[in-house]
């Protein structure tokens, strides 16, 4: 049912997104601030009166589509708010409406649809790569390039690579991420175990964790991007990180015997028992709760999820014991890959540069949220690493904490970074393998018969776009 809504949405998009796209072309904007070549004035509506009282601002509102919902994200959304604060009080009239979905729905479905019939919020959670440049190739998204040179803003990012298409910026990474391993680091000194400097040793551990009646990796697989999270990361390692840049170029296919032997890790991964049974019914925070309430040891997620073992109210007694390392490589002293990009953000409406009010409140929002005070306070009260340019030790200064100082350490020793596959795949591949993933974890199929199926559908979406 998921598979075929999904293909659903996407023959939406790609029959109705063109037509989306002539309509915006009609739409005479100059995408600088202010509008029309203005400085953002025209919020202000002159008051024609004899009275001489002050001008008043015509009332106006924008939405904000975001994903910081749910207890995990709170410090996410409470900085959100008080960014939309700030920006309210600077623009005359304005009124900013938060509209909160959940990050698959909003990337999956309802953003997509949005984008099919043309309209989209005037500010929304998206993908760098490949959704931002999809929708702004269709002409749907602002460009943000004379915004970010207004604001002198534009070489502040660690990249903008993901958001920017045809040498012109079409969105704005929140913050950067990596993958690892959190782990319960009193378990790992009661039993006397070191953190592994290679895949076997990483294996060796789980052995010695089921065999002590726990579960070596907590997991949750309702959502098919969070195992994939570790199937990524060893095919990164048993194909070569660049492996997955040739997908999309036909240069490299899935059904390499590198790839295939790392689903197969996977696959002997549950098969051995070293995640908890019924995974593929259990949401994101379950396999925190498993690590929290001391049933699983380790876990690979996000750095982003660090905010969730330093908060009492969600990890109580757990706070202060949880660590974080790299997933290892297969050779000792080889070099440490591991998915590293900021490749998530808030895109902005085409439409907005067609209306003087809304592209000065789009440029205020911008001015205050992208700033090293709010990248810094992302970093100390959610754990999120900047997007911006800040010095390291500015970094371990806003956080001293024990788990961000593992991360920063972890950050230090990568080898070799790369994007995240969804970022450099097509959304019909990523629909492709996240239901293969969720086969081969069910038993339902092999890591050949799954690729093969996965290569198929990424051979048509290559053709597709010729």
């Known amino acids: 049912m998921k598979k075929g809504k999904l293909q659903w949405t996407a023959l939406l998009l790609a029959a109705t997104v063109g037509a989306a796209g002539c309509a915006n072309s009609n739409t005479p904007a100059t995408n600088g601030v202010g509008g029309n070549g203005g ?72 953003l997509r649809g949005e984008m099919a019939t043309g309209k989209p919020p005037e500010v929304f959670d998206v993908f760098g790569s490949p959704d931002a ?146 995974e593929l019914g259990f949401e994101y925070a379950d396999m925190r709760n498993q690590i929290i309430t001391g049933e699983a040891i380790m876990m690979m997620d996000g750095s982003w999820a660090n905010s969730v073992f330093r908060d009492a109210e969600q990890a109580g007694d757990m706070v202060g014991k949880i660590g974080y390392f790299n997933m290892p490589p297969l050779k000792a002293g080889d070099p440490v890959v591991v998915m590293q990009d900021a490749n998530n953000g808030y895109g902005f409406s085409a439409a907005v540069a067609s209306d003087p009010q809304k592209l000065a409140a789009v440029t205020a929002f911008i001015k205050n949220m992208w700033t090293e005070e709010m990248q810094l306070r992302g970093l100390e009260e959610d754990g999120v690493l900047p997007a911006m340019k800040i010095d390291l030790d500015k970094m371990k200064t806003a956080s001293e904490d024990p788990l961000m100082q593992d991360i920063f350490a972890a950050v230090s020793e990568i080898g070799i970074s790369f994007p995240a596959f969804d970022a450099l795949v097509q959304a019909d591949v990523n629909t492709a393998l996240s239901i293969g993933i969720q086969q081969i974890i069910g038993g339902e199929t092999s890591p050949e018969s799954m690729l093969e199926q996965v290569q198929s559908v990424q051979e048509a979406a290559n053709a597709a776009e010729q």
Do not use: C
């Open 39 to 110: 400085d953002g004035k025209e919020a202000v509506t002159e008051n024609k009166g004899t009275d001489n009282a002050p001008a008043e601002a015509t009332p106006f509102e924008i939405t904000i589509r975001h994903t910081q919902v749910g207890e995990s994200k709170k410090f996410r959304f409470a900085l959100l708010e008080d960014v939309v604060k700030k920006t309210e009080a600077e623009v005359p009239g304005l009124k900013i409406k938060l509209d909160g979905v959940d990050s698959e729905v909003n990337r999956k479905e309802k």
């Open 133 to 278: 440049a999809l929708f702004a190739k269709e002409g749907l998204m602002l460009d943000l390039t004379p915004i970010l040179d207004e604001l002198g803003i534009r070489d502040q990012f660690t990249t903008l690579d993901p958001f920017t298409y045809e040498d012109k910026v079409y969105g704005l990474p929140i913050g950067g991420s990596v993958e690892g391993y959190f782990y319960n680091k009193q378990y790992f000194e009661e039993k006397g175990l070191a953190i592994p400097k290679t895949l076997a040793e990483l294996e060796q551990i789980a052995e010695t964790i089921k065999t002590d009646g726990k579960i070596p990796f907590a997991q949750s697989s309702k959502d098919a991007w969070i195992p994939l999270m570790t199937t990524n990361n060893l095919w990164s390692y048993y194909g070569g990180p660049a492996i997955t840049y040739g997908f999309k170029t036909g240069e490299t296919k899935w059904t390499d015997p590198s790839v295939a032997q790392a689903v197969a890790k996977h696959q002997e991964w549950v098969q051995k028992g070293y995640f908890k049974k019924g």
